[in-house]
């Protein structure tokens, strides 16, 4: 029988707020983006809620917890050049590190060299395209977070 027919698929990702400006990034190890710094996050599974997926790939990828999160924003990414060519409706929610406390662990290792805070001023490059696009249009996920 054919294989089926590719179909896009559905990640969610997540800002993790710290201080004034600073975010969590970490260096993929992936077919996709290999050695850009991109947010947390992955695939949402069956039944899944945004939020709980958010909550869920935080705490597998860096061990860090949060409570709760907020909806920002959804983008539709194709990724033609990737060895193998994939599609991603990426939602895009944040949330702030309640406990400033918390350390980030790199717990996938092998899909993540490392995680760390950036300065949203002064972000690390390469960016994984996703982010890199909405940085360019002036994107802000700091802006207009209710205290
Ligand atoms: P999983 O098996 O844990 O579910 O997946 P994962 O290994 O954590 O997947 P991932 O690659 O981290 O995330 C899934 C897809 O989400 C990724 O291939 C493309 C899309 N994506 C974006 N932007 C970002 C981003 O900033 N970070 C991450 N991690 N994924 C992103 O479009
Ligand atoms: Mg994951
Ligand atoms: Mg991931």
């Known amino acids: 029988p054919a294989a089926p ?3 896009p698929r559905v990640a969610v990702v997540l800002f993790l ?4 400006s600073s975010v ?3 260096r993929r190890r992936s077919s996709i983006g290999d ?11 069956f039944g899944e809620g945004f939020e709980e997926c958010a909550i869920r790939e935080l705490k597998e990828e860096t061990g860090l917890e949060v409570q709760r ?21 990426t939602v895009f929610l944040r949330a702030r590190l309640d406990d400033p406390n918390q350390v980030p662990r790199n717990i996938e290792p092998e899909k993540c060299h490392g995680w760390d805070w950036y300065d949203w001023g002064d972000l690390p490059s390469p960016l994984f395209w996703p982010l890199e696009k909405m940085v360019r249009s002036g994107f802000n996920p700091f802006a207009n977070i209710p205290s």
């Not at 707020?17 to 004034?20: A, D, S, W, Y």
């Not at 050695?35 to 599974?45: I, R, V």
């Not at 999160?69 to 990414?77: K, Y």
């Open 35 to 45: 050695s850009t710094f991109a947010l947390p996050g992955g695939n949402l599974e």
């Open 24 to 26: 969590l990034l970490g």
């Open 17 to 20: 707020l710290k201080g004034k």
């Open 5 to 7: 027919a590719p179909a």
């Open 69 to 89: 999160t907020e909806f920002l924003t959804v983008t539709n990414n194709v990724f033609v050049e990737s060895p193998k060519p994939s599609h991603y409706v």
